[in-house]
């Protein structure tokens, strides 16, 4: 296994068309095999970040390395060894999941037998097989965001980038959620998260990144970060580090 | 190319379940259509069918006015009335507003007398000195009761010529059977025989209207031929509305996001969406057209009559399908909100329908308009249908509209690609 999922080195980015940089010569480093939180007022370029590392955006300087490969000189190979679930649901709420789930891996490179394989895995480990070929039209939130969960992992990746993938959802889809992430960390993907909430971050989460107005404010494991700065929890280790005011 | 089957799968099942879109794509087409030729077919026979009725006042009653109203009922554009009794301007107000008649002819007291005089005088003057026949001849005394037309306001111009024409070419008759008889008589002193009276009035030089078409065919176009396809061109470009407001959805939705972080080629999403709606736009045409041929006559509308180069009517339908679809593309690319992909793609498709010479014919358009004709794709589809249904031709004959429809498919593509990129789409 590579040592490093992630190297950015010296990135710059931009917005086109809004004055200011965004990111300048930020620089960041995630270890593979490591359950990363990536934390962050409003408007401190999460999202941006996540985008970033997954292709979405374009960069205009420095460098992205995903398991040592310049994401925007390999982009078809790194697209197949990622897996991206955004926080927005991400299918077609038309169809059933076994027909968003057949779709996105075809689009993922897989065989009819893999998809098929990995369909009925997926809806059984979470909790979906009953309601595999029903409209996702008519499922609830908590369903919705596991289907949208299912289809980032669909083949296997090595990193998986989650943005948000609990918001919105019921004690139970967020247990069953949080458990998947942990066992496929497990087998060695590397998971680099994205949230609000701060105690379900604790709870996944083996090292933090704190990032505002465009610049990494801390950065280690959480423990270090609790005891370097005397805080018992991650909410107040929060305000302190990024403040009270509000970031709308 | 398992990924692009997968694409159109997913695309075939999403169109499928949108029972509404389905409704909206194939049944409002064909209504459309029906209703179009129907109301398109109505004034197509007004002219070519039915006649204009024309209620004729005859305050003379004597031979010649007689005459004329024989020599009108001969010419077949009227359903005569006639009325003999005393007539005021308000009662032939009455009777053309109300719709009794769409013209009213008032034929003056002493229109016979007056003709006979005004023949007389021609005929003497001619026989005693010909050179006075270019002198300014002496106006009618009886100006003020001279043969007086009214005419129901909602008749166009062009109506309105036409009866004029042809009831000045029956008064003309009446004049020239006058004059020659007058003539006859002072040089041979006896009465004209009828059959030389007849070779002289006559014994014109026949005209035949003959339509021309490419294939030898001289059936006379009817509402259906000229209708039926110039619609199903706009139907098929109305596609912008459902497939405009697909793809504007995806965007919204987050779909296109994730697919850009796969690792297979949008591409796949363009072409399937391109087959997918591609075979709507066909099945569309497809429907329209065997409508127009086999249901038209049991609804009281003339059939469409196919065009003999089915291979021709293929690959225009599909062409302008293609094109069609590329268009509905280009506009939910662009486009931030249903709202916006909805409202722009019907209005510029109306405004195409219209520099394309669907709405009003690319001939009787103003000059300067005529000059952004090849700029509408409808025109260069409305030109090679018209080729197949009208004129009769084959593909080899239309190659230049297909081209030119390719040509603009091809810059609309770009355009979209062009808008791919500039919204970080692909």
């Not at chain 2, 129901?152 to 004059?179: C, K, T, Y």
Request: hydrophobic share 45%; proline share 4%; with cysteine.
């Amino acid at each position: 296994m590579n040592s490093h999922a992630i190297v950015i080195k010296d990135l710059e980015f931009q917005y086109p068309g809004r004055e200011g940089v965004f990111f300048k010569n930020f620089n960041l480093q995630i270890s593979a095999g490591e359950r990363f939180g990536l934390f962050g007022p409003n408007g401190a370029g999460k999202t941006t970040l996540m985008n970033l590392m997954t292709g979405i955006l374009k960069y205009s300087g420095g460098s992205i390395k995903l398991l040592e490969h310049e994401i925007n000189h390999h982009p078809k190979y790194v697209n197949s060894i990622f897996g991206f679930v955004p926080q927005d649901f991400s299918f077609y709420p038309e169809l059933s999941p076994r027909e968003n789930l057949a779709f996105y891996g075809a689009w993922y490179g897989l065989t009819r037998r893999q998809i098929k394989n990995r369909t009925e895995e997926l809806l059984e480990i979470l909790g979906l097989t009953s309601v595999g070929n029903r409209d996702l039209i008519t499922f609830s939130g908590g369903m919705k965001r596991r289907v949208n969960l299912a289809i980032g992992v669909m083949h296997e990746p090595k990193v998986l980038f989650l943005d948000e993938p609990t918001v919105g959802v019921d004690v139970q889809s967020r247990h069953a959620i949080i458990n998947y992430l942990k066992k496929q960390n497990e087998t060695g993907t590397t998971l680099i998260y994205s949230s609000h909430q701060l105690e379900e971050a604790a709870e996944l989460c083996n090292k933090i990144a704190l990032i505002d107005d465009g610049k990494i404010i801390a950065h280690d494991s959480l423990d270090v970060l609790l005891s370097e700065h005397g805080h018992e929890g991650m909410e107040g280790l929060f305000l302190e580090l990024t403040g009270k005011s509000f970031r709308d | 190319m398992h990924i692009l089957w997968a694409t159109i799968i997913k695309d075939m099942k999403i169109l499928l379940r949108d029972r509404v879109g389905l409704f909206m794509m194939f049944f409002m087409p064909i209504l459309f259509v029906v209703v179009i030729t129907s109301v398109q077919n109505s004034t197509f026979e007004l002219v070519n069918n039915n006649k204009i009725s024309l209620v004729i006042y005859n305050n003379d009653n004597d031979s010649l006015s007689l005459k004329l109203i024989n020599e009108i009922s001969k010419i077949g554009l009227f359903k005569l009335q006639i009325s003999d009794s005393a007539v005021t301007e308000n009662k032939i107000s009455s009777h053309i507003l109300s719709k009794d008649a769409l013209v009213a002819l008032v034929i003056p007291k002493g229109f016979t007398k007056l003709i006979k005089n005004k023949a007389e005088e021609i005929a003497t003057r001619s026989l005693s000195d010909p050179d006075s026949l270019n002198e300014k001849s002496t106006p009618l005394k009886e100006k003020a009761d001279s043969l007086k037309m009214y005419y129901n306001p909602v008749m166009q111009a062009s109506f309105r010529h036409s009866v004029d024409g042809a009831l000045n070419s029956a008064v003309q008759v009446l004049q020239g059977e006058a004059i020659v008889k007058k003539l006859y008589e002072a040089v041979n002193q006896k009465e004209i025989p009828q059959d030389l009276e007849k070779q002289i009035l006559f014994g014109q030089f026949p005209i035949s209207e003959i339509p021309l078409s490419s294939s030898g065919n001289r059936t006379v176009p009817n509402a259906s031929q000229h209708n039926v396809p110039a619609w199903t061109i706009f139907a098929m470009f109305f596609i912008v509305i459902s497939l405009g407001g697909v793809m504007v959805r995806e965007k919204n939705s987050g779909s296109f996001i994730r697919l850009k972080t796969l690792p297979a080629s949008y591409m796949n999403a363009l072409f399937s969406k391109q087959f997918v709606y591609l075979l709507v736009t066909f099945l569309q045409a497809t429907v329209v057209f065997l409508i127009g041929n086999k249901l038209f006559p049991y609804i009281g509308l003339p059939a469409l009559n196919l065009p003999a180069d089915i291979w021709g009517l293929l690959t225009v339908t599909i062409v302008c399908g293609y094109c069609a679809v590329s268009y509905a593309i280009c506009v939910g690319v662009f486009a931030n909100t249903p709202e916006q992909s909805n409202g722009f793609g019907a209005i510029s498709i109306l405004i195409l329908a219209a520099l394309g010479g669907l709405l009003v014919p690319s001939f009787a358009m103003p000059a300067n308009l005529q000059k952004f004709l090849s700029i509408s794709p409808l025109h260069w589809a409305l030109e090679a249908y018209y080729g197949l249904f009208l004129v009769g031709g084959k593909l080899r004959d239309i190659w230049m509209n297909i081209l030119s429809l390719l040509g603009i498919t091809a810059l609309i593509q770009l355009f979209t690609l062009y808008g791919l990129k500039k919204k970080n789409l692909i």
